[in-house]
Nanobody, 123 residues
């Protein structure tokens, strides 16, 4: 069972990045996949979550209208498209899996985690 993030990097304010979470060892249909971020000195926070079984999504207020979560069942990958990036979006972004289809943004509910990818937004 593995989740591997990619797509992070350095971008200027207002720019875009697309993060990928490649999943192996389990079916997307059985899990909700969430994206989380942690900035230095801050607690980990939920950004967005998707259930591939229902297609439903949920976003933190801080990213609504700017970030879009999606999945590709054939590629077994979950994406996070991030637009209009702000300096406060700078963090390590991780994806995680929660068995079931509840759309929760509390990281305590997630059992399986990737290693993370750094996103830095420069002003």
């Amino acid at each position: 069972v593995q989740l591997v993030e990619s797509g992070g990097g350095l971008v200027q304010v207002g720019g875009s990045l697309r993060l990928s979470c490649e999943i192996s060892g389990f079916s997307l249909d059985d899990y909700a996949i969430g994206w989380f971020r942690q900035a230095p000195g801050k607690e980990r926070e939920g950004v967005s979550v998707i259930s591939s079984s229902s297609g439903n999504t949920h976003y933190a207020d801080s990213v609504k209208g700017r970030f879009t979560i999606s999945y590709d069942n054939a590629e077994v990958t979950v994406y996070l498209q991030m637009n209009s990036l702000k300096p406060e979006d700078t963090a390590v972004y991780c994806c995680a899996a929660d068995y079931g289809d509840l759309l929760l943004l509390d990281p305590a509910n997630y059992d399986l985690w990737g290693q993370g990818t750094q996103v830095t937004v420069s002003s």
